[in-house]
């Protein structure tokens, strides 16, 4: 049985209607990144997974229930991108706060081990740093030894090695078998930390699959050169081109056909160009194209 379905589903806010008929399928034991920029509908989405909002329209469910029974059964942790701790307890207060709510926990060791807490478990929450209290957010939303680990931009609030040691934690729990589904606006961590990646943009996905499917979805290339001052005029015009941007004297030009690009570049126009390199689409590149307003 699948582990999420989003089954044509829509919420909107009054005006703004921030998710617009998604559809969506998670297998179990799935890492899977959903990405889009800021405002794209990833925090919905993730909201009306754990029942916390109801969709205007559609059906969502979860090991083929209701968000709420999976929450009541205990399915489902969460990290969400607010929520705060409760200052005045310790670190092992709160998971032993959160462990008794669920059937069946993680051994309070197992926990603090997972999410790297090492001596802070006697620290109160008030006097953590940023990065440690994500870590905490961490360990109480696996607590429970959730099925379905959901994570709202964990990292944004952490420095480089408080990530890297963040997706090491994540990939230990995910290894026993468990289904994770993280949001993020960060492509390097869609592309490093999952096995599947869903785009989307105006609570639409616009693409799914791995991120090297997703590259190659985009194909072409870019040829990037030095043209200073040069008038650019006409670059949109040479035969492949599909996209052409010029930032800080260097010209990019996005083409579906290399060869026939090169060829009008160097013959049909006067430019001087140096310095160019040829580089197959990222998934930056991906993503600027599949996020762009038309
Ligand atoms: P993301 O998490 O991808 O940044 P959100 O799901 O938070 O996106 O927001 C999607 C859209 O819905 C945005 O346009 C946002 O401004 C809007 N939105 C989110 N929450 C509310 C709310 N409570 N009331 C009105 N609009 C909202
Ligand atoms: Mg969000």
Known sequence: MDAIVFDQVSKDYGEVLAVDDLSLTIEPGRTV???????????????????????????ISVHGRTPDQAVAAGAMGAMLQSG?????????????????????PLDLAEIVKLADLGDLVKRRANKLSGGQAQRVRFALAIAGAPKILLLDEPTAAMDVESRLRFWESMRDYAAGG???????????EADEHS?????????????????????????????????GEQPAAG??????????????????????????????????????VRDLTLTGADLEDAFLALTREP
Request: aromatic share 4%.
């Open 178 to 188: 468990r289904t994770v589904l993280f949001a993020t606006h960060y492509l390097e």
């Open 33 to 59: 990144a959903l990405l889009g920029p800021n405002g794209a509908g990833k925090s919905t989405s993730i909201n009306m997974l754990l029942g916390l909002l109801k969709p205007t329209s559609g059906t």
């Open 235 to 272: 670059l949109d015009r040479l035969p492949g081109v599909t996209a052409v941007e010029i930032v800080a004297g260097t010209a990019a030009l996005r083409t579906s056909d290399t060869d026939a690009t090169l060829n009008a570049l160097y013959r049909a126009t006067s430019l001087e």
């Open 195 to 227: 096995d599947r990646v869903i785009v989307i943009a105006k609570g639409k996905v616009v693409a799914d699959g791995t991120a090297a499917e997703i590259k190659a979805g985009v194909g072409g290339h870019t040829v990037r050169f030095a043209i």
């Open 84 to 104: 705060e701790l409760i200052p005045e307890l310790t670190v092992k207060e709160l998971i032993d706060l959160i462990r008794r709510l669920y059937p069946q």
